[in-house]
């Protein structure tokens, strides 16, 4: 599981491949992000500091897209499917079960770093659809009230 914030060690060199300007960003947080499954608060602020843009603009830049979490990922990392298959079968509902049942949004940890909540757009099994991943399990024709037994196998 990767866990470990981002280094300095490692902004160098990220940071050594890219210009100092705004355009670079989303390439250089999606960089970070590949390195240490997460784009620690440290490395906001190293990035701000390169980019000379302000911590809030990287963040609300950073929270459009999906795709980057600021939390270390979790014991258990649930991918729930939104593509159109699952959507169309309920997806929405399960994750927003799923948000309820953990406290938590898609690109957070619980507080207890059982489980890290991502969105994902195809798990590649349409025809099972709704489906959830949990680590490396799939769960397929998915519904809420499964959900909590579910979640209970892994601690
Ligand atoms: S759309 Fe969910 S598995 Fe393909």
């Keep these: 599981m990767k866990e470990r914030s981002v280094t ?7 940071f050594s491949g890219f210009k100092s300007e705004e355009g670079n ?5 999606q960089r970070v992000q590949e390195k240490r499954g997460y784009i620690s608060e440290e490395a906001i602020k190293r990035i701000s500091r390169f980019l000379k843009i302000s911590e809030n603009q990287i ?25 159109t298959a699952c959507h169309v079968r309920g997806g929405q509902i399960l994750c ?6 953990l406290d938590i949004s898609p690109g957070q940890t ?4 059982r489980f890290d909540l991502e969105r994902v ?7 099972l659809a709704p489906v959830i991943q949990i680590n490396d399990d799939i769960y397929s024709r998915m ?8 979640l ?4």
């Design 59 to 83: 963040f609300g830049v950073a929270s459009f897209y999906s795709q980057f979490r600021f939390d270390a990922p979790g014991r258990n990392s649930i991918k729930v499917c939104l593509g």
């Design 25 to 29: 960003l989303i390439p250089i947080l």
């Design 143 to 150: 519904t809420v009230i499964r959900l909590k037994e579910i």
């Design 110 to 113: 619980t507080k207890d770093k």
């Design 121 to 127: 757009a195809c798990l590649g099994c349409c025809a």
């Design 8 to 14: 300095n060690k490692d902004l160098i060199h990220i």
């Design 96 to 101: 927003e079960a799923v948000e309820r049942e």
């Design 152 to 155: 209970d196998k892994y601690e």
